[in-house]
């Protein structure tokens, strides 16, 4: 009898152990001086999220206005320690001054790994750590300046004409069409990632199940139960996952894309065939010969345009080898996939809403295709649209990613000046609340309000720039910001030149967005009208 009561009372003891351990673990925010979220075992703080209670944007919105006034606050992602920081001086410190300490994004797959160990995403620049980080950014950073954009831009005018052509003969008979707006823009992009970044032609809108669409969107369905397990295991055990040459990718998925890139290598080698596309920009690159130049289209690329910083124009003796070649293309088709789809379907959708910001905006690119008298459209004049500079502008203030995190990699003293002082410990992560310092009224006067006139060229100079990071802030910002911008802005000119937006009998007011971490997308979809214009 003592001995069948014993083992009951031995596992109780390791429960306990266990339970005072993981409550332990999360009173690590009660020796700041700043306030913390409640967690649970599971968790951490972020369980309404998990449990799809909230879309991540909604909840970055939630937590920060709770905290309204706090510069600082700390909060559990499942087991990570993450430091949100509100305060704009102290987002400058953390992204910019003191960027040393926070080089690394937070670590989502094993990092720095092997050239043959199979793992892709871990050689994207996404993933890339430290000095790996830092020569790749050099590397990279010349194919995505002003002038490569304007010699690019011929590939997505040609293509924004093919797609007008698609869409009027859909609307063909009716005078409309209707779309579910995730839908047309991520073929759309799908099919400019393909020709500007694979040398494919592709015409999604048209065939709807072709073979490279429907790979494309099979890999990046970062929803599906084996991704997310995936996700789990690199947060919990990244040097196990490591070990196993788990990818986060799906190895058929990267299988079939890099053959795609390596047959397009071995053509143009072959045949000396110069095409002004991604491929081309990262032959270059891996051969050492792509370097910095001085930029001279870099004056009107756009407001929401990040500025390269030295570590992007410092130069390195680093060459690219084969998986890392195929890593890049890879992420700049997720990039282009998903993230420049999502922002195109919030401001259709905000056209939609607001006919006389879209009846302006059609007015400008009317009276700009007027005088370009029948010629194609050309990247310089594109950047000298201002309106439609504006409306873009005002579209990522807000519909931006979220937040965006860094990493600390060696202890760091947080000082604000006012008495505000304490250590963020290494390992431990940041988040930048973007979405909800985008919506603080504080910041951004009546900030559900879609309203352009808050970048005019007499209201813009009262933004606190440290407070506009739709493609994030610092030398780890978004190294494609100008390719983003000139896609949005080339696609949205095609289009509402052509058609209206106009809503449906589907259309959602008000905007929900999706909950869980369903993709940067309204709830049910988010459904339009494209009416031709007469």
Request: charged letters at 25%; a positive charge.
């Amino acid at each position: 009898m003592e001995v069948n009561l014993l083992y009951p009372l031995i596992v109780v003891a390791i429960l306990v152990v266990i339970y005072r351990r993981v409550t332990k673990y999360f009173e690590y925010f009660h020796d700041k001086p700043i306030p913390s979220m409640a967690t649970n075992p599971i968790y951490g703080s972020t369980g309404p999220l998990y449990r799809k209670q909230y879309s991540f944007s909604d909840f970055i919105k939630t937590v920060y206005d709770k905290y309204s006034g706090v510069k600082v606050f700390g909060l559990f992602d499942m087991t990570t320690k993450l430091f949100v920081i509100r305060d704009p001086e102290l987002i400058k410190k953390v992204t910019i001054t003191d960027f040393e300490y926070f080089v690394n994004r937070r670590q989502m797959v094993a990092t720095n790994t092997n050239e043959d160990d199979g793992l892709l995403f871990s050689k994207t620049l996404l993933s890339l750590t430290d000095q790996k980080w830092h020569d790749m950014r050099a590397v990279l950073s010349p194919a995505f300046t002003g002038s490569k954009m304007r010699v690019m831009f011929e590939l997505i005018e040609q293509y924004s004409a093919r797609m007008v052509q698609i869409l009027k003969e859909q609307a063909n008979g009716t005078g409309y069409v209707d779309y579910e707006m995730k839908d047309c823009f991520s073929r759309v992009a799908n099919d400019i990632i393909a020709t500007c970044a694979f040398g494919l032609q592709v015409e999604s809108l048209k065939s709807r199940e072709n073979e490279f669409f429907v790979m494309g969107k099979k890999m990046l369905n970062f929803n599906s139960l084996t991704v997310l397990l995936r996700i789990f295991g690199f947060r919990l055990v990244p040097g196990l996952m490591a070990k196993l040459k788990i990818d986060l990718l799906d190895a058929k998925h990267v299988q079939y894309f890099s053959k795609i890139i390596k047959d397009a290598v071995q053509t143009r080698e072959n045949h000396g065939i110069v095409r002004p596309d991604m491929i081309h920009l990262l032959m270059q690159a891996r051969k050492g010969i792509l370097k910095h130049q001085k930029d001279g289209a870099a004056a009107n690329a756009g407001f929401a345009t990040v500025e390269e910083s030295d570590v992007g124009k410092s130069t390195t003796s680093k060459t690219i080898t084969e998986s890392e070649f195929i890593a890049q293309c890879l992420v700049f088709f997720l990039g282009g996939f998903d993230t420049v789809s999502s922002e195109m379907i919030f401001m259709a959708y905000e056209l939609a809403m607001n006919r006389d910001v879209q009846q302006r905006l059609y007015e400008e690119i009317a009276e700009t295709n007027r005088q370009l008298e029948g010629k194609p459209l050309t990247y310089d004049t594109l950047q000298k649209m201002k309106y439609m500079d504006m409306v873009v502008s005002e579209s990522l203030r807000m519909w931006p990613a979220a937040a965006f995190d860094r990493t600390c990699v060696r202890d760091y003293v947080l000082d604000d000046g006012a008495g505000l002082k304490f250590t963020i410990d290494r390992g431990t992560c940041l988040w930048i609340p973007v979405h909800g310092i985008h919506r603080d009224p504080k910041y951004y006067p009546n900030p559900d309000k879609f309203d352009p006139e808050r970048f005019s060229e007499e209201n813009r100079a009262k933004i606190n720039t440290a407070l506009y990071l739709p493609f994030g802030s610092g030398p780890r910002n978004c190294i494609g910001s100008r390719f983003a911008l000139m896609e949005m802005k080339a696609i949205m000119y095609a289009l509402v030149l052509n058609f209206s937006f106009e809503r449906n009998e589907k259309t959602l007011v008000p905007m929900r967005l999706a909950r869980g971490f369903a993709g940067f997308t309204g709830e049910g979809g988010v459904h339009l009208r494209l009416k031709l214009r007469l």
